[in-house]
């Protein structure tokens, strides 16, 4: 089992910015992909960012440039420092893993862009 735990969210302005944190617990060796997804309510997830052990990544095109996902191995955490932010960014932001074919999410925390 793997256990996923987000932190970070809030409100903010257009224009601010807010770092998400996700930590992982419990049998993560192995676990090779993280993601950041996001949901508006009535609206499927979208993949926000991945990242590999290796350091790559990849981004939606809404949020390349303005949002940066990174991951320090050490701590079982990814980030995901987000600027720039627009009301278009409000949504419930997810930590997301697989292993082993199953897949792993957080509970989400709530990031609300607005004046």
């Known amino acids: 089992q793997v256990q996923l735990v987000e932190s970070g969210g809030g409100l903010v302005q257009p224009g601010g910015s807010l770092r998400l944190s996700c930590a992982a617990s419990?049998?993560?060796?192995?676990?090779?992909?993280m993601s950041w997804y996001r949901r508006v309510p009535g609206n499927q997830r979208e993949l926000v960012a991945v990242?590999?052990?290796?350091?790559?990544?990849n981004y939606a095109d809404s949020v390349k440039g303005r949002f940066t996902i990174s991951r320090d191995n050490a701590k079982n955490t990814v980030y995901l420092q987000m600027n720039s932010l627009k009301p278009e960014d409000t949504a419930v932001y997810y930590c997301?893993?697989?292993?082993?074919?199953?897949?792993?999410w957080g509970q989400g925390t709530q990031v609300t862009v607005s004046s």
């Open positions: 419990g049998s993560i060796s192995g676990i090779a992909v």
């Open positions: 990242i590999t052990t290796a350091g790559l990544t």
């Open positions: 997301y893993t697989y292993k082993l074919g199953t897949a792993y």
